[in-house]
T-cell receptor, first 113, second 115 residues
Framework: SQTIHQWPATLVQPVGSPLSLECTVE??????LYWYRQAAGRGLQLLFYSVGIGQISSEVPQNLSASRPQDRQFILSSKKLLLSDSGFYLCAWNLAGFRNEQFFGPGTRLTVL | GENVEQHPSTLSVQEGDSAVIKCTYS??????FPWYKQELGKRPQLIIDIRSNVGEKKDQRIAVTLNKTAKHFSLHITETQPEDSAVYFC??????????????FGQGTILTVHP
């Protein structure tokens, strides 16, 4: 069966510090991968998605970036965090061309101070 | 692109009552409509979905209806229980083509079921 992992689970970082969040999927090949951000009490904002290794599409302009160095690995990064980057970051996957149900990871709660 | 509007933003019901959450979408090419439940601090999880070739789907106490002409779909929860309290998100997507499996989410409904 498929499993999706995210780490770390929680993170407290000072403004201006770098960020690296990691997401890995097990038990499937060539998944579509997604990064979402959820501010407190708000909806799900799609940040990036990827349909293959090295292929990244950005949905919103911001100081975040994403990379997909391996088929089942998706990384969210920032060189300098802003206060507004605080939130709950969710990674998700689904199978390309099959059905669009997305499976979410457990999330990373980021607090920027 | 697709735009999904969800109402109400908050919904409070008594245990045993029914709850209805409605969503409208803008892109007539959308043909897949999932509903997710997110408990506090947890990940969203799929509770039911519907494709545009059917008008209604039921799974025990939950059901989803779809009106393609009017471009709206609704989640119905009957005999609500306190454990149904959560945030519910609707979403829309187009299967295949260049959608790449992306979902466009509504803004969410906070459902509170009072014992």
């Amino acid at each position: 069966s498929q499993t999706i992992h995210q780490w770390p689970a929680t993170l407290v970082q000072p403004v201006g510090s770098p960020l690296s969040l990691e997401c890995t999927v097990e038990g499937t090949s060539n998944p579509n991968l997604y990064w979402y951000r959820q501010a407190a009490g708000r909806g799900l904002q799609l940040l990036f998605y990827s349909v293959g290794i090295g292929q990244i599409s950005s949905e919103v302009p911001q100081n975040l970036s994403a990379s997909r160095p391996q088929d089942r690995q998706f990384i969210l990064s920032s060189k300098k965090l802003l206060l507004s980057d605080s939130g709950f970051y969710l990674c998700a996957w689904n199978l390309a061309g099959f059905r669009n149900e997305q499976f979410f990871g457990p999330g990373t709660r980021l607090t920027v101070l | 692109g697709e735009n999904v509007e969800q109402h109400p933003s908050t919904l409070s019901v008594q245990e045993g009552d029914s709850a209805v959450i409605k969503c409208t979408y803008s892109d007539s090419a959308s043909n897949y409509f999932p509903w997710y439940k997110q408990e506090l601090g947890k990940r969203p999880q799929l509770i039911i979905d519907i494709r545009s070739n059917v008008g209604e789907k039921k799974d025990q106490r939950i059901a989803v209806t779809l009106n393609k002409t009017a471009k709206h779909f609704s989640l119905h929860i009957t005999e609500t229980q306190p454990e149904d309290s959560a945030v519910y998100f609707c979403a829309a997507s187009s299967l295949g083509g260049t959608s790449y499996g992306k979902l466009t989410f509504g803004q969410g409904t906070i459902l509170t079921v009072h014992p």
